[in-house]
């Protein structure tokens, strides 16, 4: 039998995932906890087989509750379950070695999948996923002024202004903006926005 702990702050959530995984068979939930302290705590006494985990919870993240679960629960499975779509959180959390990461506005049949490829030895990720880490890793291949650019660009300046706070010309910005465009793919301010809420140069999910 799998054991299971659920660590996420909204109760609904709680409820909706404890119905959801025992539904399946061979799976069991041991506890459920609204923030990251409780959910330490349960995880080095209960010794679950698998957490589902939100990244924003209070008392302690996402992230610290993954590392700590790694030193005292080596053989505990790490599903991330979250609202957040920040690129460079992702990556941390990938970076630390989880072992499922799926997103809460995706359709629950790819998290059963999940839980169970996970559940057997495999880890499994949101299709979403990948498309975001490589907004990221295009935006990490700018230079340190076309990210100056993309800064100004995304605080809505205009290309006068921009020329004038980095002391260019214009036609540089021009060719700075050219540039980024083509290098993270997108064609409009619209999609620049876009891709740097997805890859953290804008983060939503910040307090």
């Not at 080095?44 to 005292?72: N, Y």
């Not at 700075?176 to 083509?182: L, Q």
């Amino acid at each position: 039998m799998h054991t299971v702990l659920i660590a996420d702050d909204h109760m609904l959530i709680r409820d909706s995932l404890r119905q959801l995984i025992e539904s399946l068979e061979g799976f069991t939930v041991v506890d459920d906890v609204d923030n990251g302290f409780d959910a330490l705590v349960a995880i080095k006494k209960l010794q679950p087989s698998l957490i589902l985990l939100d990244v924003a919870m209070p008392d302690a993240s996402g992230i610290e509750v993954v590392i700590d679960t790694q030193r005292w629960s080596p053989d505990t499975k790490i599903i991330i379950y979250t609202g957040v779509t920040s690129g460079t959180r992702l990556k941390q959390l990938l970076d630390c070695g989880v072992d499922g990461l799926f997103f809460k506005h995706s359709d629950t049949r790819y998290l059963r999948d999940g839980i169970n490829a996970v559940a057997e030895g495999r880890t499994a990720f949101d299709d979403k996923l990948a498309d975001i880490i490589a907004g990221l890793e295009a935006a990490d291949n700018l230079t340190a002024r076309e990210k100056q650019v993309l800064s100004q660009i995304l605080s809505g300046h205009s290309t006068r202004d921009i020329a004038s706070y980095l002391n260019i010309s214009v036609k540089t910005v021009d060719n700075h903006r050219t540039h980024i465009m083509r290098k993270l793919g997108t064609h409009s301010v619209s999609d620049l926005m876009r891709l740097a809420i997805n890859t953290g140069l804008i983060d939503l999910d910040a307090p």
